[in-house]
């Protein structure tokens, strides 16, 4: 059974920086996109970044292009966000997702297996 | 940015009815190389991660009731869930991804009535 279990959430202050990290285990192979979705206290949900599997192809939201930074280290099973310059509109929960397609080349794929979260709270 | 819209913003049905959600893209997600479209719908319940329910709008994933069911295509499709079940309570996303950023639509909370 594949299992995602995201850490490195918390409280930041606005402008300061967070990296988040993703462990996946159960994994038989690593050619799969893998994506990080956030939701906000309370609201729906907002696809945040995703890449494929040797990050030759990766796509940012508007909202967080230039700020974070997604990649992934296949030997370590382990994905990741570097979050600069964060907002107070980032605050939300951080969900890391796996994709479900069969081409390693691309991450435009349904999600079919997500972590429980971590919480990252932005506030002076 | 393709922009998805659900409607109803939420519904209460008896049990043992029948459960209709709508999505519309405001472009077309049906990629005319391999004529699939790259549509989702996801599950979520309260304290827990979204679950993947359909995906290519119609494909049902694995151990999935098949009292949930996905239709439409290019800009307009529907979630059914057949005859509601109390565990079905919910809200409801469809997601596309077909073109960056990938996006999700506002949710539908199903209820009981």
């Known amino acids: 059974e594949v299992q995602l279990v995201e850490s490195g959430g918390g409280l930041v202050q606005p402008g300061r920086s967070l990296r988040l990290s993703c462990a996946a285990s159960?994994?038989?192979?690593?050619?799969?996109?893998m994506h990080w979705v956030r939701q906000a206290p309370g609201k729906g949900l907002e696809w945040v970044s995703g890449?494929?599997?040797?990050?030759?192809?990766?796509g940012y939201a508007d909202s967080v292009k230039g700020r974070f930074t997604i990649s992934r280290d296949n030997a370590q099973n382990s994905l990741y966000l570097q979050m600069n310059s964060v907002r107070a509109e980032d605050t939300a929960l951080y969900y890391c997702?796996?994709?479900?397609?069969?081409?390693?080349?691309?991450?435009?794929?349904?999600?079919?297996?997500w972590g429980q979260g971590t919480t990252v709270t932005v506030s002076s | 940015e393709t922009v998805m819209t659900q409607s109803p913003d939420s519904l209460a049905v008896s049990l043992g009815e029948r459960a209709t959600i709508n999505c519309k893209s405001s472009q077309s997600v049906l990629h005319s190389s391999n004529n699939k479209n790259y549509l989702g719908w996801y599950q979520q319940k309260p304290g827990q991660p979204p679950k993947l329910l359909i995906y290519w709008a119609s494909t049902r994933e694995s151990g999935v009731p098949d009292r949930f069911s996905g239709s439409g295509s290019g800009t307009d499709f529907t979630l059914t869930i057949s005859s509601l079940q109390a565990e079905d309570v919910a809200v409801y996303y469809c997601q596309q991804y077909y073109r960056t950023p990938i996006t999700f639509g506002g949710g539908t909370k199903v209820e009981i009535k």
């Open positions: 997702a796996k994709g479900n397609g069969d081409n390693p080349n691309y991450y435009y794929y349904a999600m079919d297996v």
């Open positions: 159960g994994l038989t192979s690593d050619d799969h996109a």
């Open positions: 890449i494929n599997w040797n990050g030759d192809s990766i």
